[in-house]
């Protein structure tokens, strides 16, 4: 990296550098919807070749803090995860770590304890996308209206978005309580029997889901309200020209201009529901049992309630080969997203 | 273009607002809720059925906490490295951007590009294990400046991907009349890139403040006492033998009423990074 | 470009310096420390050298908690009597142990006084992280240990040695409404099978739930309590798990029954959340530490607290009652164990017990105290502390395993109670899942 990053020397020409400016402008700040990264010079002549190396040379060195950010403080520890996982070091044994081979992954990745907790990561996840986007959807399409106060209600559905999960966990929780909280409250008084919600699994599951979607909810109606916005009005009218139902409007035409924007929404979701921590940390510590045990929570009390490190790094690095193909499915959506 | 409303029979408007009102409500309560438990009186807090209206507000929540000098410290500390990482991610990130916007092809750009989408995509804990380890060898453990530094690196993926599009919307032309007036890279950069690019940067820098105001998992593994945020703090809460919400509750809303103005406020802009940013981020 | 290259050079220095800054300000006191630990005496030759300690200041390590607030309101006054400043760390619990752990493993000599739970005794113990206190406390007229009784003399003993004093004395209690019993007639149980009846006959009633426990996260307070009532135990002494065991399957369906008997919540309850129910809302009795008192008798928080009484824990086969509380001790790698000591003997021997307990602390079970009538007017607990001499005092086992044992044990036991499995069948597997548990842990 040191000899691509030498210093490119004297000022650039100015004509030359013009002409290769004007080929494109880049996707425009205002839009809403997905930009494009790249391409700007990909047809330029060869006998322009040189901007393109200069361009390339600057990109390297300001590129150049970032790795420096990367690699002790992202790298290292991955690798330094790597090393523990063939070791047995455990905080508060008194013998020295020594190698044992592949018997971390034995005992704690090939175990019910962590198929069960990738089970309850992707229930979770599956029941939230279930929950948040047909929700997500019908609330962005109703926020497409136009109408007096449109404003007023999207704003009020975007404000848990970003919120502290870990305050609004903890005021679900006393929200959540069998005797004390509002919730079981309510219920009794529309005359249904209350809900142990973080004390029984399934209801601990959904309660979960509920807090962690609540949240995502803001996010999805932003994107697709974002989406629905930069779409052209011209072939859904068309449609209906034609005599198509509202319906049918939605589904062959809304909805297929809507797929990037969907695609992309759902790869964050997916990214961010595996990651699931904060809420369940809070809520429920991943019980009652192993009901709400997410890989997250499985990882973080292997390593700081057991004080199995060794352990824990094991698990960390099935959890990092998990994390890998998703690279691929970005590109692929990011592809799709930039040609729409 | 929004759908326009003649089609709409009176009783479909009211029944699209209705459906919003409901929806609108169930999303603010949770909020609504816990400000105003951090009003109300012990006694009032576990009164059933729940004291919703009409209790005699209380600020005896907020002084107890802001008499606590724990809690100044701990409002400083989420203050300070909110601050500090979301400057240091906003430097270290713009360079970055401005070089994915404007050079399609570099050395380590495709490296750089999955590593940056690793660091968002992988669960925290997988980074956290080892750091610890590795941080507590070397005696770093517990110290604000580390912290900062990885609440900075955590939240590039996100900053870069934010205001990359801010600097490919910057004409290339402006840059090059800079050029022919005699402006070196760095002055081209300073005075013409960057000031056009402010808005998108000071976007950026709220959305990675909001993230970094909410950090969890970095700093209850990797903090200290000294080091101890509002979200650290908060979670407390959850273990201490507490037999009282109001503080608690009081000690929330402190996180999340500034989020839920600020979302109110700023939103149009909110709206318009996040979107943008949420699709690579 | 320069310019560029130049502010590119500037942010990486800056990124660079926020380590070296960081690295800094830690290793100023690391070397310090293990400089100092080095030359710190070992526990036998230590027993005179309280009174020739000196030292500017002292760095405690303490866990958010009644007693360390309790303590932290008197070092004003220990300053002023010692001359010794003490700085003060402060870690939730959650992370506390494996982070004072790791600080003395690495010899850092960051702390000369350390909190720790009991449950933490035997990792601390097993990683030489806390230093042999036993000479000083049996020589020291102000800790006075003749004071405390001698079913709670070890509590802090690891093999015999001892690791740490005892800071709160936290039995298992019986805790009812007197209001509720008054009404039905009740008197507080002696034996478990007279608690079971008391919770039906008020379950029955409909004036409350019948009882409190916790089955939730915390589930094995309650359970371990019970299997012990029962006869059982969780181990035997080559460290294989007995928790299948006859005894054990009476206690685990005892507790099981237990459940017709309590509140909705009861289920998920942590083991603050049975607190919080039971004074929040009407339960008829509970089971709980005794340390919680501070918080069930404070009309502020708790809005039965005017009807609430105590009584001893009910006996099973055996009369064994489960015994709680925080240990401190002096870490290893302490550059000032003497002063350390200072620190214990002020805050936990006789003279200041009152004040201690006064400053909020849940009680340390000294006779001095537990026999004060002015005191036990004023702390109804307090004469529970006094647990009778035929009882066995069992404190949470002292392995080091103990978190994962913990874990595994009430990620079934969390099966059995909702029903998903029976009661043998469930014991069953959590014998096979202690096995690997138990075999880890170092001989």
Same mark, same amino acid.
């Given at each position: 990296?040191?000899?691509?990053?030498?210093?490119?020397?004297?000022?650039?020409?100015?004509?030359?550098?013009?002409?290769?400016?004007?080929?494109?402008?880049?996707?425009?700040?205002?839009?809403?919807?997905?930009?494009?990264?790249?391409?700007?010079?990909?047809?330029?002549?060869?006998?322009?070749?040189?901007?393109?190396?200069?361009?390339?040379?600057?990109?390297?060195?300001?590129?150049?803090?970032?790795?420096?950010?990367?690699?002790?403080?992202?790298?290292?520890?991955?690798?330094?995860?790597?090393?523990?996982?063939?070791?047995?070091?455990?905080?508060?044994?008194?013998?020295?770590?020594?190698?044992?081979?592949?018997?971390?992954?034995?005992?704690?990745?090939?175990?019910?304890?962590?198929?069960?907790?990738?089970?309850?990561?992707?229930?979770?996840?599956?029941?939230?996308?279930?929950?948040?986007?047909?929700?997500?959807?019908?609330?962005?399409?109703?926020?497409?209206?136009?109408?007096?106060?449109?404003?007023?209600?999207?704003?009020?559905?975007?404000?848990?978005?970003?919120?502290?999960?870990?305050?609004?966990?903890?005021?679900?929780?006393?929200?959540?309580?069998?005797?004390?909280?509002?919730?079981?409250?309510?219920?009794?008084?529309?005359?249904?029997?209350?809900?142990?919600?973080?004390?029984?699994?399934?209801?601990?599951?959904?309660?979960?889901?509920?807090?962690?979607?609540?949240?995502?909810?803001?996010?999805?109606?932003?994107?697709?309200?974002?989406?629905?916005?930069?779409?052209?009005?011209?072939?859904?009218?068309?449609?209906?020209?034609?005599?198509?139902?509202?319906?049918?409007?939605?589904?062959?035409?809304?909805?297929?201009?809507?797929?990037?924007?969907?695609?992309?929404?759902?790869?964050?979701?997916?990214?961010?529901?595996?990651?699931?921590?904060?809420?369940?940390?809070?809520?429920?510590?991943?019980?009652?049992?192993?009901?709400?045990?997410?890989?997250?929570?499985?990882?973080?009390?292997?390593?700081?309630?057991?004080?199995?490190?060794?352990?824990?790094?094991?698990?960390?690095?099935?959890?990092?080969?998990?994390?890998?193909?998703?690279?691929?499915?970005?590109?692929?959506?990011?592809?799709?997203?930039?040609?729409? | 273009?929004?759908?326009?409303?003649?089609?709409?029979?009176?009783?479909?408007?009211?029944?699209?607002?209705?459906?919003?009102?409901?929806?609108?409500?169930?999303?603010?309560?949770?909020?609504?809720?816990?400000?105003?438990?951090?009003?109300?009186?012990?006694?009032?807090?576990?009164?059933?059925?729940?004291?919703?209206?009409?209790?005699?507000?209380?600020?005896?929540?907020?002084?107890?906490?802001?008499?606590?000098?724990?809690?100044?410290?701990?409002?400083?500390?989420?203050?300070?490295?909110?601050?500090?990482?979301?400057?240091?991610?906003?430097?270290?990130?713009?360079?970055?951007?401005?070089?994915?916007?404007?050079?399609?092809?570099?050395?380590?750009?495709?490296?750089?590009?999955?590593?940056?989408?690793?660091?968002? =995509?992988? #669960? !925290? %804990? @997988?980074?956290?294990?080892?750091?610890?380890?590795? $941080? &507590?060898?070397?005696?770093? *453990?517990?110290?604000?400046?580390?912290?900062?530094?990885?609440?900075?690196?955590?939240?590039?993926?996100?900053?870069?991907?934010?205001?990359?599009?801010?600097?490919?919307?910057?004409?290339?032309?402006?840059?090059?009349?800079?050029?022919?007036?005699?402006?070196?890279?760095?002055?081209?950069?300073?005075?013409?890139?960057?000031?056009? =690019?402010? #808005? !998108? %940067? @000071?976007?950026?820098?709220?959305?990675?403040?909001? $993230? &970094?105001?909410?950090?969890? *998992?970095?700093?209850?593994?990797?903090?200290?006492?000294?080091?101890?945020?509002?979200?650290?703090?908060?979670?407390?809460?959850?273990?201490?033998?507490?037999?009282?919400?109001?503080?608690?509750?009081?000690?929330?809303?402190?996180?999340?009423?500034?989020?839920?103005?600020?979302?109110?406020?700023?939103?149009?802009?909110?709206?318009?990074?996040?979107?943008?940013?949420?699709?690579?981020? | 470009?320069?310019?560029?290259?130049?502010?590119?050079?500037?942010?990486?220095?800056?990124?660079?310096?926020?380590?070296?800054?960081?690295?800094?300000?830690?290793?100023?006191?690391?070397?310090?420390?293990?400089?100092?630990?080095?030359?710190?005496?070992?526990?036998?030759?230590?027993?005179?050298?309280?009174?020739?300690?000196?030292?500017?200041?002292?760095?405690?390590?303490?866990?958010?908690?009644?007693?360390?607030?309790?303590?932290?309101?008197?070092?004003?006054?220990?300053?002023?009597?010692?001359?010794?400043?003490?700085?003060?760390?402060?870690?939730?619990?959650?992370?506390?142990?494996?982070?004072?752990?790791?600080?003395?493993?690495?010899?850092?000599?960051?702390?000369?006084?350390?909190?720790?739970?009991?449950?933490?005794?035997?990792?601390?113990?097993?990683?030489?992280?806390?230093?042999?206190?036993?000479?000083?406390?049996?020589?020291?007229?102000?800790?006075?240990?003749?004071?405390?009784?001698?079913?709670?003399?070890?509590?802090?003993?690891?093999?015999?040695?001892?690791?740490?004093?005892?800071?709160?004395?936290?039995?298992?209690?019986?805790?009812?409404?007197?209001?509720?019993?008054?009404?039905?007639?009740?008197?507080?149980?002696?034996?478990?099978?007279?608690?079971?009846?008391?919770?039906?006959?008020?379950?029955?009633?409909?004036?409350?739930?019948?009882?409190?426990?916790?089955?939730?996260?915390?589930?094995?307070?309650?359970?371990?309590?019970?299997?012990?009532?029962?006869?059982?135990?969780?181990?035997?002494?080559?460290?294989?798990?007995?928790?299948?065991?006859?005894?054990?399957?009476?206690?685990?369906?005892?507790?099981?029954?237990?459940?017709?008997?309590?509140?909705?919540?009861?289920?998920?309850?942590?083991?603050?959340d049975v607190t919080l129910q039971f004074v929040g809302s009407d339960i008829g009795q509970m089971v709980q530490y005794s340390g919680y008192a501070a918080g069930v008798f404070d009309p502020t928080s708790s809005k039965n607290a005017a009807s609430i009484a105590v009584a001893p824990l009910p006996a099973g086969k055996v009369n064994a009652v489960e015994l709680a509380g925080w240990n401190i001790g002096i870490p290893s790698d302490s550059p000032n164990p003497q002063c350390g000591w200072k620190f214990l003997e002020y805050m936990l021997g006789k003279s200041n017990a009152k004040t201690l307990l006064e400053?909020?602390?849940?009680?340390?079970?000294?006779?001095?105290?537990?026999?004060?009538?002015?005191?036990?007017?004023?702390?109804?607990?307090?004469?529970?502390?006094?647990?009778?001499?035929?009882?066995?005092?069992?404190?949470?086992?002292?392995?080091?395993?103990?978190?994962?044992?913990?874990?595994?044990?009430?990620?079934?036991?969390?099966?059995?109670?909702?029903?998903?499995?029976?009661?043998?069948?469930?014991?069953?597997?959590?014998?096979?899942?202690?096995?690997?548990?138990?075999?880890?842990?170092?001989?």
């Amino acid at each position: 990296m040191t000899a691509e990053g030498a210093p490119a020397s004297g000022a650039p020409s100015a004509g030359s550098v013009s002409s290769a400016g004007s080929v494109s402008s880049a996707g425009s700040v205002s839009s809403a919807g997905p930009v494009a990264s790249n391409g700007r010079l990909a047809g330029a002549p060869p006998a322009r070749n040189w901007i393109a190396e200069r361009r390339a040379r600057s990109a390297v060195l300001l590129t150049l803090p970032t790795w420096v950010f990367l690699v002790p403080m992202f790298f290292l520890p991955l690798g330094v995860g790597i090393y523990l996982s063939f070791y047995d070091k455990t905080l508060g044994f008194p013998m020295e770590p020594s190698f044992v081979g592949l018997d971390n992954y034995r005992t704690d990745v090939l175990s019910p304890v962590f198929g069960e907790a990738l089970v309850v990561t992707l229930l979770i996840l599956a029941l939230g996308l279930a929950l948040q986007f047909p929700l997500g959807m019908a609330l962005a399409l109703l926020l497409h209206q136009q109408m007096r106060g449109r404003g007023v209600f999207r704003t009020a559905i975007l404000v848990p978005m970003l919120l502290t999960p870990v305050a609004v966990g903890l005021m679900w929780r006393f929200m959540y309580n069998p005797e004390l909280g509002i919730i079981n409250w309510w219920l009794g008084v529309l005359g249904l029997p209350g809900v142990d919600w973080l004390g029984a699994p399934w209801p601990a599951l959904f309660a979960v889901t509920f807090v962690d979607s609540w949240q995502a909810l803001s996010l999805v109606v932003l994107m697709l309200t974002a989406g629905l916005a930069s779409l052209p009005t011209s072939p859904e009218e068309a449609a209906r020209v034609d005599g198509a139902s509202g319906w049918q409007v939605f589904r062959h035409v809304t909805l297929p201009a809507l797929m990037p924007v969907i695609l992309v929404t759902l790869m964050i979701r997916v990214i961010d529901g595996f990651k699931i921590f904060d809420v369940v940390f809070i809520l429920t510590r991943g019980g009652p049992g192993t009901a709400t045990q997410t890989v997250s929570m499985l990882d973080y009390n292997v390593a700081f309630t057991f004080l199995a490190t060794s352990r824990a790094s094991a698990i960390g690095v099935v959890l990092m080969l998990i994390t890998l193909p998703i690279y691929f499915l970005w590109r692929r959506v990011s592809t799709l997203a930039e040609r729409s | 273009m929004a759908r326009r409303a003649g089609g709409r029979s009176p009783l479909g408007s009211i029944g699209l607002y209705a459906v919003l009102t409901v929806t609108s409500a169930v999303m603010l309560f949770p909020i609504f809720w816990t400000v105003s438990t951090s009003i109300k009186d012990r006694v009032d807090t576990f009164r059933l059925p729940p004291v919703i209206v009409g209790f005699t507000p209380t600020w005896k929540n907020y002084s107890q906490l802001f008499e606590d000098p724990t809690f100044i410290r701990v409002m400083a500390n989420t203050i300070i490295v909110t601050a500090g990482s979301t400057i240091v991610a906003l430097l270290i990130g713009s360079l970055a951007a401005y070089a994915l916007a404007r050079a399609p092809r570099f050395r380590g750009r495709r490296p750089l590009e999955v590593s940056l989408i690793l660091l968002r =995509a992988m #669960p !925290g %804990v @997988v980074l956290v294990v080892p750091l610890y380890d590795v $941080l &507590a060898g070397v005696g770093l *453990l517990g110290k604000m400046p580390m912290l900062i530094v990885l609440y900075a690196m955590v939240n590039l993926p996100f900053a870069i991907w934010i205001m990359t599009p801010y600097f490919q919307g910057i004409p290339m032309e402006l840059e090059e009349a800079a050029v022919i007036d005699g402006a070196s890279g760095a002055q081209v950069f300073r005075t013409v890139v960057f000031p056009l =690019a402010l #808005p !998108g %940067v @000071v976007a950026t820098g709220l959305f990675v403040g909001l $993230l &970094a105001w909410n950090e969890f *998992l970095l700093p209850v593994v990797l903090g200290s006492e000294a080091t101890k945020t509002l979200p650290v703090f908060i979670s407390g809460f959850v273990s201490a033998r507490t037999l009282d919400w109001g503080p608690l509750a009081a000690a929330s809303s402190l996180a999340i009423v500034p989020i839920a103005l600020l979302t109110v406020v700023m939103q149009g802009r909110l709206v318009r990074g996040l979107s943008q940013g949420a699709v690579k981020g | 470009m320069t310019m560029t290259r130049r502010s590119i050079a500037a942010i990486a220095g800056l990124a660079v310096a926020g380590l070296a800054l960081a690295a800094c300000s830690s290793s100023s006191t690391s070397t310090s420390g293990s400089a100092a630990a080095e030359s710190a005496p070992a526990g036998s030759s230590a027993a005179s050298a309280p009174a020739e300690a000196t030292c500017e200041a002292i760095n405690v390590f303490l866990i958010p908690s009644p007693s360390a607030d309790a303590m932290k309101a008197m070092i004003p006054a220990f300053t002023e009597a010692t001359g010794i400043n003490v700085n003060v760390s402060e870690v939730e619990y959650g992370t506390a142990h494996q982070k004072a752990l790791l600080s003395i493993q690495s010899k850092q000599g960051a702390f000369d006084v350390v909190q720790f739970d009991n449950t933490f005794l035997a990792a601390f113990a097993k990683a030489g992280a806390l230093t042999d206190i036993g000479d000083w406390a049996a020589n020291s007229a102000e800790y006075d240990i003749s004071d405390i009784p001698p079913s709670l003399q070890n509590y802090g003993d690891f093999d015999g040695t001892k690791y740490g004093l005892m800071l709160s004395t936290e039995p298992f209690i019986q805790w009812y409404r007197q209001d509720i019993y008054d009404k039905l007639g009740l008197k507080p149980a002696t034996t478990w099978d007279e608690y079971k009846a008391n919770a039906e006959a008020i379950q029955k009633s409909g004036e409350a739930a019948g009882q409190m426990m916790g089955f939730g996260p915390n589930t094995t307070w309650w359970w371990m309590q019970l299997v012990w009532s029962f006869g059982g135990a969780l181990y035997d002494s080559d460290f294989k798990p007995t928790v299948n065991t006859p005894e054990a399957a009476a206690a685990t369906e005892y507790y099981k029954s237990l459940l017709a008997s309590s509140p909705s919540g009861a289920l998920g309850a942590t083991g603050d959340d049975v607190t919080l129910q039971f004074v929040g809302s009407d339960i008829g009795q509970m089971v709980q530490y005794s340390g919680y008192a501070a918080g069930v008798f404070d009309p502020t928080s708790s809005k039965n607290a005017a009807s609430i009484a105590v009584a001893p824990l009910p006996a099973g086969k055996v009369n064994a009652v489960e015994l709680a509380g925080w240990n401190i001790g002096i870490p290893s790698d302490s550059p000032n164990p003497q002063c350390g000591w200072k620190f214990l003997e002020y805050m936990l021997g006789k003279s200041n017990a009152k004040t201690l307990l006064e400053n909020g602390a849940a009680a340390i079970g000294r006779i001095s105290i537990i026999d004060d009538p002015a005191l036990q007017a004023k702390y109804p607990y307090l004469k529970l502390l006094n647990i009778s001499p035929d009882a066995v005092v069992n404190t949470y086992p002292q392995i080091v395993v103990w978190p994962e044992f913990d874990k595994v044990a009430s990620d079934n036991l969390a099966k059995i109670l909702s029903g998903e499995v029976p009661v043998q069948e469930g014991l069953d597997a959590m014998q096979s899942a202690l096995e690997p548990v138990l075999a880890k842990e170092p001989k």
